[in-house]
Nanobody, 119 residues
Framework: QVQLVESGGGLVQAGGSLRLSCVASGNIFSINAMGWYRQAPGKQRELVADIHSGGNSNYADSVKGRFTISRDNGGTVYLQMNSLKPEDTGVYYC??????????????WGKGTLVTVSS
């Protein structure tokens, strides 16, 4: 059993900042990639940023220079969001590639946290 829980969403004004966190818990042996996705109202879910165990990260063009993804050694991934724009509004989901202690490997998803940026 693996659970991902996001936190840190909320309502901010354009130009403001938020930091999202996602904590993984459960029967985890190792975590490979971690990522953040978002889904705006009426739009498809898109990749915002991801980071791999070796430290390599990548970002959607729309957030480059404004967002930073990071991870610690305890199963947590963060997304620091600066200079927020109204078009950043949406539900943000974290996802992780997990190998359990039973050697069962699959992707897990959190339930999402809502980010609303007012103009």
């Amino acid at each position: 059993q693996v659970q991902l829980v996001e936190s840190g969403g909320g309502l901010v004004q354009a130009g403001g900042s938020l930091r999202l966190s996602c904590v993984a818990s459960g029967n985890i042996f190792s975590i490979n990639a971690m990522g953040w996705y978002r889904q705006a109202p009426g739009k498809q879910r898109e990749l915002v940023a991801d980071i791999h165990s070796g430290g390599n990260s990548n970002y959607a063009d729309s957030v480059k220079g404004r967002f930073t993804i990071s991870r610690d050694n305890g199963g947590t991934v963060y997304l620091q969001m600066n200079s927020l724009k109204p078009e950043d509004t949406g539900v943000y989901y974290c996802s992780m590639g997990v190998t359990t202690r039973d050697y069962f490997q699959m992707d897990y998803w959190g339930k999402g946290t809502l980010v609303t940026v007012s103009s």
